[in-house]
């Protein structure tokens, strides 16, 4: 019973992993850009959040939708001015700009808001559900369903709306999709905007469980890079699926492992995948 | 051979500087770190500017460096001398096990999979405790003024044995960059399939370039240990304190050059100590954010660094001169 009560909590936070690393895949499905600084966005989103609590009164769970448009704003902004200027860079310049960045974002977080650690007070912060012989806590299913639906929309717009196959086609071939009319760059921006708003949204999520402070993105640094490598770098599908399984690893190893080494797992299997097979277990080679 | 006095000249200016500089002084102590720090890039250099490949691990060599001869030393009394050259063969052996899941990866990937591998270690050193101290972190016993055990009250000594890591190491990078290697190196960050083509063992290649900078990057740790007399999982295995500073050393001076290290740590970290003096009372974080935005500055200006954007304009400035 406590092996299936262990794999329900990593379903719930895997939920939420999947859309924190969504972004992260789909950057890097447009651009071929992996953007190391993708947790700090995490961080921002949820201080987008806090925030929102704190002066507005507004449940982390409504201010994730204002996390979102906000980090969007911001990642259009970024695209424009950094990440556009290294897209035909080598790796290595792409890697230390957003390197950089993560550096950046990190320190004026520390210098706006302080090191202290803040978190939201809300009413369904202990309830708990009760299934049979298994729980779920509150704010977890809220945070798995607000994945969830995120997700989906994230589904809808890239298939169903003409930017989001703009955008897949973009993905696929720039010149062709800018031959056709398509403004690449325009893709791009809503690709990198659209990809650290998830990750905020994500982030504003969980905020009713987990304090945010500047470097809780350190945290999600090495699980995010899990998840897109298990799914395999740009795919969005895979990221789901990615997300649960780490979901679940994570909970299921602190069965057998001390909780300190639950990230442990978590690296070794990461090394694995890539090791045997770097683009990924599930869904399409880049 | 021009070149060769000029190395001369600045040798022997930088075994002299210290003796006019207050010897227990602030500093002396900076140039020690800077000294350190470059022989940390140029180390790094090895693998990321020879052969391209971008590690955002090291680390990994440089904490096992630290762990291996503290630990040998508290537990077994042990001279750093002797735990230096263990903690470097740790490192080596490391270093070549972790070629076996990396050996194909290329840029993006290769960066994750050596950054993973330094969490992996980072986390060990905090959760084995009874070996490590876990986060607290380990204290190196204070018995100063032993040469065989690596310390001394001022700061002097620890210039010319950084000074002397510095130029050992930049030797070795010469040594690989112009030998036989090298040139598979130079060959393989070109084209890694011609090079495979034309009879380049590239898997051999690279583990041998990694292993080597590995046992270097250890023996740095090491130095480091004695040096600070204190340092936590953080310290040793953090990604921005030694993996991406590392890197941006020598990326920042230029990447696969001798003198793009030096350049770039004593560019980086005067102004970092410069920025911790002016600017800690304001809080945290405003020289690190310093440091964030001059790696953006340089990377989007010139991504070959600091060497190449003054040779650039030195030879501008002459076709303006002929022309």
């Known amino acids: 019973m406590a092996f299936i009560q262990a794999v329900l909590d990593g379903l719930m936070i895997g939920g939420v992993y999947a859309v924190i690393s969504i972004g992260l895949t789909l950057v890097f499905g447009v651009m071929g850009i992996v953007n190391f600084a993708q947790a700090e966005f995490l961080t921002l989103g949820m201080f987008v959040a806090y925030f929102a609590w704190k002066f507005l009164g507004l449940d982390p769970l409504i201010g994730s939708f204002l996390s979102f448009v906000v980090i969007f704003g911001l990642g259009v902004v970024v695209q424009m001015t950094l990440i556009q200027r290294v897209l035909n860079a080598p790796p290595v310049a792409q890697i230390f700009v957003t390197v950089g960045l993560l550096i950046v974002i990190e320190n004026l977080t520390l210098i706006v808001f302080g090191s202290d650690f803040h978190s939201v007070t809300t009413s369904y912060q202990t309830s708990t559900l009760r299934l049979g012989p298994l729980f779920i806590g509150v704010p977890y299913l809220a945070a798995f369903l607000m994945a969830l639906l995120s997700a989906a929309a994230l589904w809808l717009f890239t298939n169903k709306t003409w930017y989001g196959r703009a955008m897949r086609a973009t993905a696929q071939d720039p010149m062709a999709a800018n031959l056709m009319g398509i403004n690449a760059d325009r893709m791009r921006q809503i690709a990198f905007g659209l990809g650290v708003g998830m990750t905020a949204f994500g982030g504003a999520v969980i905020l009713p469980y987990f304090t945010v402070h500047p470097t809780v993105g350190h945290q999600f640094v090495v699980l995010m890079f899990t998840v897109v490598v298990l799914g395999g770098l740009g795919s969005v599908a895979g990221a789901v699926v990615g997300g649960f399984a780490v979901g679940v690893i994570q909970s299921v190893s602190t069965l057998f492992f001390p909780i300190q080494l639950q990230n442990l797992v978590l690296f070794i299997v990461f090394l694995t995948v890539l090791a045997v097979r770097p683009t990924g277990l599930i869904g399409a080679a880049r | ?323």
Do not use: C
């Not at chain 2, 990321?48 to 537990?75: R, W």
């Not at chain 2, 000594?157 to 030998?179: D, E, K, N, Q, T």
């Not at chain 2, 990447?255 to 920025?275: N, Q």
């Open chain 2, 1 to 323: 051979m021009k070149w060769w006095i000029a190395g001369a000249v600045v040798l022997v200016a930088a075994a002299i500087v210290p003796t006019f500089l207050d010897p227990t002084g602030y500093a002396i102590r900076v140039l020690t770190l800077a000294l350190l720090f470059a022989a940390l890039g140029q180390a790094w250099n090895i693998v990321g500017g020879l052969a391209n490949q971008i590690s955002l691990g090291h680390a990994a060599f440089f904490g096992l460096g630290a762990y291996t001869s503290t630990i040998l030393l508290i537990n077994f009394g042990l001279s750093p001398w002797i735990g230096m050259l263990a903690g470097a063969a740790i490192a080596a052996v490391a270093a070549y096990l972790l070629s076996f899941p990396t050996m194909k990866l290329r840029g993006h990937y290769f960066a994750l999979a050596t950054l993973a591998f330094s969490e992996v270690l980072r986390v060990i050193a905090g959760s084995w405790t009874s070996v490590t101290g876990g986060p607290v972190g380990l204290s190196v016993p204070f018995s100063p003024d032993s040469f065989w055990l690596l310390q001394f009250k001022s700061t002097m000594p620890y210039y010319y044995i950084m000074l002397g890591a510095l130029v050992v190491i930049s030797g070795v990078f010469l040594w690989v960059r112009h030998s036989s290697l090298g040139y598979r190196l130079r060959a393989l960050k070109e084209n890694p399939e011609a090079a495979e083509v034309v009879g380049v063992n590239t898997t051999q290649v690279k583990i041998t370039a990694a292993v080597i900078s590995a046992a270097l990057t250890a023996t740095l740790g090491t130095l480091y240990a004695q040096f600070t007399y204190f340092f936590d999982p953080e310290a040793v295995f953090g990604i921005i304190p030694i993996s991406v500073r590392a890197a941006i050393i020598a990326i920042l001076g230029g990447a696969g050059t001798v003198v793009g290290p030096i350049i770039g740590a004593f560019l980086i970290v005067p102004m970092e100590e410069m920025a911790n003096v002016l600017l800690s009372s304001r809080g945290a974080g405003l020289s690190q954010l310093a440091f964030g935005v001059m790696l953006i500055a340089i990377i989007l200006i010139e991504p070959r660094g600091i060497l190449a954007l003054i040779t650039n304009g030195v030879s501008r400035l002459r076709r303006r001169k002929s022309s």
